[in-house]
C-alpha cells in the first residue's frame, strides 16, 4: 500500500516537473494567444501569430449535419456556400453571376441556356466545363433527397459545348433563380466524383471531410462537433488580394453569452444570434460592430380552418385584428425586425409596401366576434409552439393577454417540433386550433411560401391551417410560371393571390425577424445576404 | 467468494443490468410520441421524403421487430446511426465520451488531493479554525451552483487576470500552428505521446477552470466524509494504543486512521465519477466542452432515440465498471471487508 502510493506521488512529482518546465519554456507561443484573447486584435498582429496564421473565426451556435452538396437541407451550407459555387448568385438587388457569365431563355422559358465561366479550377485541379453542371444537377436529382425537388421542372439538360448548356423545362420556371439556390445546387467536379463510386459512396467521401468544389475555400479540417477549418485556395478564379484570409474557421459555441464573450475579446471575428438585450450595449463597444439586415424568416401562427370557432371567416379576421403587431416587434424582437405586410417577407419578390393588412384594433375585433355569433367569445383554444423557443414562448403570452379581453381563453402548450408537427398532420378536428411555426425560403421566390403553406394538399404536409382555395392555387401557379419572363405579371398574380389570403385570414402573420451580426472591428467588408440563411461570405472579408 | 470468481460474478451482473437498462429506455423513448422520420429529413421535406425516411429507419415494423433490430445490430457492435447529427452513434459518443473523460479525470485527481488530506486535518484539528473553514469550504462546494461558479472563475481568470482561457478544450491557433495527432483522444495524453508540447500546455491551461468548477461537488462531499469517518476512527482504541506506542503521527493518521476511514468515501467519488459524466453538462455548455453531457442533452432534447440509447449505454456501463472498481479497492484497502 505504502510503496504504491509513494509510487504513484513520484510519477505525480515528474509529471509536475516535466509539465512546469514546458509552461516556463513554450513562453512565446501561449502567452501571445493569451494577449490575443484579451487584448485587441489590431495591436497583436504584429507580435503573435506567425506568417501562416492569417485567420478568421466564426462562432455558429450549432453543430454540422452533412456536408453532402446535393442533399444537405440544413445548416452546413454555412461551409457549402464557401467551398462551392453554384451558376448564379442571389443578392437582394437582383441575381449576379457567379459560376455562369451570362443566361438567357427562349419566349415561353421553358429553354434556358447558360454561358459559363472559362478558366475555372476545382480544388482537385481538374477545369469546370458544361459536363460537370450536367453531372451535378442530375446527380441531386437522382439522389431525390433534401432539396431535390427544386429541380423538378427540369426535363433534360443539354451540353451544348464545353462551357454552353442548355435545360429543357417541362413547364416555365426562373431556372436562374433556382440554380442560385443555397441547397441543392453546387456544381462539383464529376471527372473526380465518378471515379470514387456511386452516389453513397460518393456521399461517404464528402461526409469524411472532402470536397469537389470550385469555392475561394477548401476544408481542411472537419470536425462536426467542434470547428471546421478552411484554407485558402490558391488557383481560385477571382484572385486573392494581401488583405483576405488564408484561413477561414467555423468555430461551434452552442452558448451564445459565451460567443459574445468571444467576440468582444476577438477570440472569434464574427458570430450571430447574440442576445437580443445585449445588443445595445455591444453598438457602444468600441471593439465590435453591429450589423442588422432583413431576414426573409416569417413567423406565422396557423388557424385550424376545420374546427369551430375557427372555421368562421369572421372569427379568424377578428382575432387578427386582436394582435399588438408593433408591440410584439419591440418586446419580443427589441425592435429587431418589422411587422409583416402578409405572408411574404420583406425584400423579397412578392413583399408589396403597400398591402392591406390587419392592424392592431380592439373594437373592430369585438366587433368582428360579435357579428359572428360570439360576442364575448366564450370559447377555449389550444396553441402549440416549439419548446425552446423564446420569442414563439413570448408571442404565445401576449397572444393569450391580448385575447383574454376578447373573452377568449388559450391553452399554450409548447412542444417539441416533430411531434407538434404530427399532430397538426393528423386528423384535423383532433388537432391543435393554432400552430406557431417560422418560414423561411429554400431559395427567395414567393411560390415557395404560398406553395408549401396555403396550396390545397390532399395529404397534409405543411398547410398546416388546412386552406383549401382553387382561385388561389390557379393565381399562384400561373405566377410561377412567369417569374422568369414576366416578372411584373408574375408580382400583379402574387398580389391577388395573398389579397385573398388577408381576407380569408388562414393564419396571422406576424413579423419579419432581421440578422443580426456582431464582428470584430479588426474585420470589415462583411455585407449579409438573406438568399443564403446564415452564411459568412469568408471571402469578402478583409482585415480592418 | 474468491477474488477471480467475485470479479467474473459481478461482470456476468452487469450485462443483465445493462441489458435492462436499454430494454427500458428503448420502450420507454419510441413511445413517446415524436416523429424520428421528420427528425431525420430536417426542415420543409416533402412528404415522399418522409415516406422514404421511415422505410429506411424501419419506422413501419412493429416495435418489437424494431428491438430486434437494435438488439441484432448492438451485437454486431453497431450503435446506429443518430437520428439528429446523421453519424453513427459509436463514432459521435467516442469523441464525446473522451472529451468528458479527461475532464472528469482531472476534476476528480483535483478534488481527491485536496479532499482528502483537508479531511485528515480538519479531523485531526477538530474544531479549530482549520476545521471550521473547511467545512465552509465543504458545504460550498456542495450547495453552490457550478455553472455560477464556473461563470465567477471565468470572470476572475479570464476577464480581469487574463491569465486563463475562457472555454474549449484547446486554442484554435494554437491547434492549427501545432496540428496535434489525436489517437486516444485524451489531448494531454496524445500530446505528450507525440511530443506536442505547444498544445500539451494549452490543453493544460484550458483544462484547469473547468476541473476546478466540477471538482467542486466530490472535494466538499470527500472532505466531509473523510472527515467525519477520521473523527469517528480516531477515538477507538487501537488508535489509542498506536500513540501509547509512541508511532509518529503522520503514520498514525495515514497509515492506520486513513485506511480504515477511507471506504464511504471512495464510494461516493466513485459514485460522482459516473454521476458528472452526464451531469456535467452544464460545466460543458459554459466552457464549450465537446462532452457527453450537451450531446446527451441535444439527443433528449429532439428524442433522438439512437442517440439517447447509446448514452444510456455509456451510462450505465461507466456506473456499473466504476461501482466494482471502487469495492474491489475497498476491499484492498480495508480487509474486515468480504467479498
Same mark, same amino acid.
Given at each position: 500500500?505504502?510503496? =504504491?502510493?509513494?509510487?504513484?506521488?513520484?510519477?505525480?512529482?515528474?509529471?509536475?516537473?516535466?509539465?512546469?518546465?514546458?509552461?516556463?519554456?513554450?513562453?512565446?507561443?501561449?502567452?501571445?494567444?493569451?494577449?490575443?484573447?484579451?487584448?485587441?486584435?489590431?495591436?497583436?498582429? /504584429?507580435?503573435?501569430?506567425?506568417?501562416?496564421?492569417?485567420?478568421?473565426?466564426?462562432?455558429?451556435?450549432?453543430?454540422?449535419?452533412?456536408?453532402?452538396? /446535393?442533399?444537405?437541407?440544413?445548416?452546413?451550407?454555412?461551409?457549402?456556400?464557401?467551398?462551392?459555387?453554384?451558376?448564379?448568385?442571389?443578392?437582394?438587388?437582383?441575381?449576379?453571376?457567379?459560376?455562369?457569365?451570362?443566361?438567357?431563355?427562349?419566349?415561353?422559358?421553358?429553354?434556358?441556356?447558360?454561358?459559363?465561366?472559362?478558366?475555372?479550377?476545382?480544388?482537385?485541379?481538374?477545369?469546370?466545363?458544361?459536363?460537370?453542371?450536367?453531372?451535378?444537377?442530375?446527380?441531386?436529382?437522382?439522389?431525390?433527397?433534401?432539396?431535390?425537388?427544386?429541380?423538378?421542372?427540369?426535363?433534360?439538360?443539354?451540353?451544348?459545348?464545353?462551357?454552353?448548356?442548355?435545360?429543357?423545362?417541362?413547364?416555365?420556371?426562373?431556372?436562374?433563380?433556382?440554380?442560385? /439556390?443555397?441547397?441543392?445546387?453546387?456544381?462539383?467536379?464529376?471527372?473526380?466524383?465518378?471515379?470514387?463510386?456511386?452516389?453513397?459512396?460518393?456521399?461517404?467521401?464528402?461526409?469524411?471531410?472532402?470536397?469537389?468544389?470550385?469555392?475561394?475555400?477548401?476544408?481542411?479540417?472537419?470536425?462536426?462537433?467542434?470547428?471546421?477549418?478552411?484554407?485558402?485556395?490558391?488557383?481560385?478564379?477571382?484572385?486573392?488580394?494581401?488583405?483576405?484570409?488564408?484561413?477561414?474557421?467555423?468555430?461551434?459555441?452552442?452558448?451564445?453569452?459565451?460567443?459574445?464573450?468571444?467576440?468582444?475579446?476577438?477570440?472569434?471575428?464574427?458570430?450571430?444570434?447574440?442576445?437580443?438585450?445585449?445588443?445595445?450595449?455591444?453598438?457602444?463597444?468600441?471593439?465590435?460592430?453591429?450589423?442588422? !439586415?432583413?431576414?426573409?424568416?416569417?413567423?406565422?401562427?396557423?388557424?385550424? !380552418?376545420?374546427?369551430?370557432?375557427?372555421?368562421?371567416?369572421?372569427?379568424?379576421?377578428?382575432?387578427?385584428?386582436?394582435?399588438?403587431?408593433?408591440?410584439?416587434?419591440?418586446?419580443?424582437?427589441?425592435?429587431?425586425?418589422?411587422?409583416?405586410?402578409?405572408?411574404?417577407?420583406?425584400?423579397?419578390?412578392?413583399?408589396?409596401?403597400?398591402?392591406? !393588412?390587419?392592424?392592431?384594433?380592439?373594437?373592430?375585433?369585438?366587433?368582428?366576434?360579435?357579428?359572428?355569433?360570439?360576442?364575448?367569445?366564450?370559447?377555449?383554444?389550444?396553441?402549440?409552439?416549439?419548446?425552446?423557443?423564446?420569442?414563439?414562448?413570448?408571442?404565445?403570452?401576449?397572444?393569450?393577454?391580448?385575447?383574454?379581453?376578447?373573452?377568449?381563453?388559450?391553452?399554450?402548450?409548447?412542444?417539441?417540433?416533430?411531434?407538434?408537427?404530427?399532430?397538426?398532420?393528423?386528423?384535423?378536428?383532433?388537432?391543435?386550433?393554432?400552430?406557431?411555426?417560422?418560414?423561411?425560403?429554400?431559395?427567395?421566390?414567393?411560390?415557395?411560401?404560398?406553395?408549401?403553406?396555403?396550396?390545397? =394538399?390532399?395529404?397534409?404536409?405543411?398547410?398546416?391551417?388546412?386552406?383549401?382555395?382553387?382561385?388561389?392555387?390557379?393565381?399562384?401557379? =400561373?405566377?410561377?410560371?412567369?417569374?422568369?419572363?414576366?416578372?411584373?405579371?408574375?408580382?400583379?398574380?402574387?398580389?391577388?393571390?395573398?389579397?385573398?389570403?388577408?381576407?380569408?385570414?388562414?393564419?396571422?402573420?406576424?413579423?419579419?425577424?432581421?440578422?443580426?451580426?456582431?464582428?470584430?472591428?479588426?474585420?470589415?467588408?462583411?455585407?449579409?445576404?438573406?438568399?443564403?440563411?446564415?452564411?459568412?461570405?469568408?471571402?469578402?472579408?478583409?482585415?480592418? | 467468494?474468491?477474488?477471480?470468481?467475485?470479479?467474473?460474478?459481478?461482470?456476468?451482473?452487469?450485462?443483465?443490468?445493462?441489458?435492462?437498462?436499454?430494454?427500458?429506455?428503448?420502450?420507454?423513448?419510441?413511445?413517446?410520441?415524436?416523429?424520428?422520420?421528420?427528425?431525420?429529413?430536417?426542415?420543409?421535406?416533402?412528404?415522399?421524403?418522409?415516406?422514404?425516411?421511415?422505410?429506411?429507419?424501419?419506422?413501419?415494423?412493429?416495435?418489437?421487430?424494431?428491438?430486434?433490430?437494435?438488439?441484432?445490430?448492438?451485437?454486431?457492435?453497431?450503435?446506429?446511426?443518430?437520428?439528429?447529427?446523421?453519424?453513427?452513434?459509436?463514432?459521435?459518443?467516442?469523441?464525446?465520451?473522451?472529451?468528458?473523460?479527461?475532464?472528469?479525470?482531472?476534476?476528480?485527481?483535483?478534488?481527491?488531493?485536496?479532499?482528502?488530506?483537508?479531511?485528515?486535518?480538519?479531523?485531526?484539528?477538530?474544531?479549530?479554525?482549520?476545521?471550521?473553514?473547511?467545512?465552509?469550504?465543504?458545504?460550498?462546494?456542495?450547495?453552490?451552483? &457550478?455553472?455560477?461558479?464556473?461563470?465567477?472563475?471565468?470572470?476572475?481568470?479570464?476577464?480581469?487576470?487574463?491569465?486563463?482561457?475562457?472555454?474549449?478544450?484547446?486554442?484554435?491557433?494554437?491547434?492549427?500552428?501545432?496540428?496535434?495527432?489525436?489517437?486516444?483522444?485524451?489531448?494531454?495524453?496524445?500530446?505528450?505521446?507525440?511530443?506536442?508540447?505547444?498544445?500539451?500546455?494549452?490543453?493544460?491551461?484550458?483544462?484547469?477552470?473547468? &476541473?476546478?468548477?466540477?471538482?467542486?461537488?466530490?472535494?466538499?462531499?470527500?472532505?466531509?466524509?473523510?472527515?467525519?469517518?477520521?473523527?469517528?476512527?480516531?477515538?477507538?482504541?487501537?488508535?489509542?494504543?498506536?500513540? &501509547?506506542?509512541?508511532?509518529?503521527?503522520?503514520?498514525?493518521?495515514?497509515?492506520?486512521?486513513?485506511?480504515?476511514?477511507?471506504?464511504?468515501?471512495?464510494?461516493?467519488?466513485?459514485?460522482?465519477?459516473?454521476?458528472?459524466?452526464?451531469?456535467?453538462?452544464?460545466?460543458?455548455?459554459?466552457?464549450?466542452?465537446?462532452?457527453?453531457?450537451?450531446?446527451?442533452?441535444?439527443?433528449?432534447?429532439?428524442?433522438?432515440?439512437?442517440?439517447?440509447?447509446?448514452?444510456?449505454?455509456? &451510462?450505465?456501463?461507466?456506473?456499473?465498471?466504476?461501482?466494482?472498481?471502487?469495492?474491489?479497492?475497498?476491499?484492498?484497502?480495508?480487509?474486515?471487508?468480504?467479498?
Amino acid at each position: 500500500m505504502r510503496k =504504491e502510493l509513494s509510487l504513484f506521488i513520484l510519477a505525480i512529482a515528474i509529471f509536475g516537473v516535466v509539465a512546469s518546465g514546458c509552461i516556463s519554456g513554450e513562453n512565446t507561443s501561449t502567452t501571445q494567444t493569451q494577449t490575443q484573447t484579451q487584448s485587441t486584435m489590431a495591436s497583436s498582429t /504584429s507580435k503573435s501569430e506567425k506568417t501562416t496564421t492569417n485567420v478568421v473565426i466564426y462562432g455558429y451556435g450549432s453543430e454540422m449535419i452533412t456536408l453532402d452538396p /446535393s442533399t444537405e437541407f440544413s445548416n452546413s451550407i454555412v461551409v457549402l456556400a464557401n467551398v462551392y459555387e453554384c451558376l448564379v448568385k442571389y443578392t437582394p438587388e437582383g441575381l449576379k453571376p457567379w459560376l455562369a457569365t451570362s443566361w438567357e431563355s427562349n419566349e415561353n422559358g421553358t429553354v434556358w441556356t447558360f454561358h459559363l465561366r472559362k478558366g475555372v479550377k476545382f480544388h482537385t485541379g481538374n477545369t469546370m466545363t458544361a459536363e460537370d453542371v450536367k453531372w451535378s444537377v442530375e446527380r441531386t436529382i437522382r439522389m431525390g433527397l433534401g432539396p431535390a425537388f427544386i429541380w423538378d421542372p427540369v426535363k433534360k439538360i443539354e451540353v451544348v459545348d464545353n462551357y454552353t448548356i442548355k435545360f429543357y423545362l417541362k413547364y416555365p420556371a426562373n431556372l436562374p433563380l433556382i440554380a442560385s /439556390s443555397a441547397y441543392g445546387a453546387y456544381i462539383m467536379d464529376s471527372k473526380y466524383l465518378s471515379k470514387i463510386g456511386d452516389d453513397k459512396a460518393i456521399a461517404k467521401w464528402f461526409n469524411e471531410g472532402h470536397d469537389a468544389g470550385t469555392g475561394p475555400y477548401m476544408i481542411d479540417k472537419y470536425n462536426p462537433k467542434t470547428e471546421i477549418v478552411l484554407k485558402k485556395f490558391n488557383d481560385y478564379w477571382g484572385g486573392w488580394s494581401d488583405d483576405q484570409f488564408d484561413l477561414a474557421v467555423i468555430k461551434i459555441v452552442p452558448d451564445a453569452s459565451l460567443r459574445e464573450q468571444m467576440v468582444t475579446s476577438g477570440e472569434i471575428q464574427i458570430t450571430r444570434d447574440l442576445p437580443l438585450d445585449d445588443i445595445p450595449k455591444l453598438k457602444d463597444n468600441p471593439n465590435v460592430k453591429v450589423d442588422k !439586415t432583413p431576414s426573409y424568416q416569417e413567423l406565422y401562427a396557423f388557424f385550424n !380552418t376545420k374546427k369551430k370557432p375557427l372555421n368562421n371567416k369572421l372569427v379568424r379576421q377578428a382575432l387578427s385584428y386582436a394582435v399588438p403587431y408593433k408591440d410584439i416587434v419591440d418586446y419580443v424582437l427589441h425592435g429587431y425586425g418589422e411587422v409583416a405586410k402578409g405572408p411574404i417577407p420583406k425584400g423579397m419578390l412578392g413583399y408589396f409596401e403597400d398591402m392591406k !393588412t390587419y392592424t392592431y384594433n380592439i373594437d373592430k375585433a369585438k366587433q368582428l366576434l360579435a357579428q359572428a355569433g360570439y360576442p364575448n367569445g366564450g370559447f377555449k383554444l389550444v396553441l402549440t409552439y416549439t419548446q425552446g423557443d423564446q420569442a414563439e414562448a413570448k408571442v404565445a403570452e401576449i397572444i393569450k393577454a391580448e385575447w383574454k379581453k376578447l373573452g377568449i381563453d388559450v391553452e399554450i402548450r409548447p412542444m417539441n417540433w416533430e411531434q407538434q408537427w404530427a399532430l397538426a398532420k393528423s386528423d384535423p378536428t383532433k388537432a391543435q386550433d393554432i400552430l406557431m411555426m417560422y418560414w423561411w425560403p429554400t431559395y427567395p421566390t414567393p411560390y415557395d411560401f404560398l406553395f408549401n403553406m396555403f396550396h390545397c =394538399e390532399k395529404e397534409i404536409n405543411f398547410n398546416l391551417c388546412y386552406y383549401c382555395n382553387d382561385e388561389f392555387d390557379k393565381a399562384i401557379d =400561373e405566377a410561377v410560371t412567369l417569374e422568369g419572363i414576366n416578372p411584373e405579371k408574375a408580382a400583379d398574380l402574387y398580389k391577388k393571390a395573398e389579397q385573398m389570403l388577408i381576407e380569408d385570414a388562414p393564419a396571422i402573420f406576424f413579423y419579419n425577424p432581421d440578422d443580426v451580426y456582431v464582428y470584430h472591428k479588426s474585420i470589415t467588408g462583411f455585407k449579409d445576404n438573406p438568399g443564403y440563411p446564415q452564411v459568412v461570405f469568408f471571402y469578402e472579408l478583409h482585415k480592418a | 467468494m474468491k477474488f477471480r470468481e467475485y470479479v467474473i460474478y459481478r461482470l456476468v451482473l452487469a450485462v443483465f443490468v445493462i441489458i435492462g437498462v436499454v430494454t427500458v429506455v428503448f420502450f420507454i423513448s419510441r413511445v413517446i410520441p415524436s416523429d424520428p422520420a421528420a427528425l431525420w429529413v430536417g426542415a420543409h421535406p416533402t412528404p415522399e421524403a418522409i415516406e422514404k425516411a421511415r422505410e429506411q429507419l424501419h419506422l413501419n415494423d412493429p416495435l418489437l421487430k424494431q428491438f430486434g433490430y437494435y438488439l441484432w445490430s448492438l451485437l454486431h457492435g453497431d450503435l446506429g446511426v443518430s437520428i439528429r447529427t446523421h453519424n453513427p452513434v459509436a463514432a459521435d459518443l467516442k469523441s464525446a465520451f473522451t472529451a468528458t473523460f479527461e475532464l472528469i479525470l482531472v476534476a476528480e485527481f483535483l478534488a481527491i488531493i485536496v479532499g482528502i488530506p483537508l479531511g485528515v486535518y480538519s479531523a485531526v484539528k477538530k474544531d479549530s479554525w482549520l476545521d471550521n473553514l473547511s467545512r465552509i469550504f465543504a458545504i460550498s462546494g456542495v450547495s453552490l451552483p &457550478a455553472f455560477w461558479f464556473g461563470i465567477v472563475l471565468q470572470l476572475i481568470f479570464f476577464k480581469h487576470l487574463g491569465l486563463l482561457p475562457l472555454a474549449g478544450r484547446v486554442g484554435t491557433v494554437v491547434m492549427l500552428e501545432h496540428p496535434l495527432h489525436v489517437i486516444t483522444g485524451f489531448y494531454l495524453l496524445d500530446s505528450l505521446i507525440t511530443g506536442n508540447f505547444p498544445v500539451f500546455v494549452d490543453a493544460l491551461k484550458h483544462l484547469i477552470l473547468p &476541473a476546478v468548477t466540477l471538482a467542486m461537488y466530490p472535494v466538499g462531499l470527500i472532505t466531509r466524509q473523510v472527515r467525519s469517518m477520521m473523527i469517528e476512527v480516531l477515538n477507538e482504541n487501537y488508535i489509542r494504543t498506536a500513540w &501509547a506506542y509512541g508511532l509518529p503521527p503522520k503514520k498514525i493518521y495515514f497509515k492506520y486512521a486513513l485506511k480504515n476511514a477511507i471506504a464511504p468515501a471512495l464510494i461516493t467519488v466513485g459514485l460522482s465519477f459516473a454521476y458528472t459524466l452526464i451531469g456535467a453538462f452544464l460545466v460543458e455548455l459554459i466552457f464549450n466542452w465537446p462532452g457527453l453531457g450537451r450531446y446527451a442533452a441535444y439527443a433528449i432534447m429532439s428524442m433522438d432515440y439512437p442517440a439517447v440509447l447509446g448514452v444510456t449505454i455509456i &451510462a450505465a456501463t461507466a456506473y456499473v465498471f466504476i461501482n466494482l472498481i471502487v469495492d474491489l479497492i475497498q476491499v484492498r484497502l480495508d480487509p474486515r471487508i468480504k467479498l
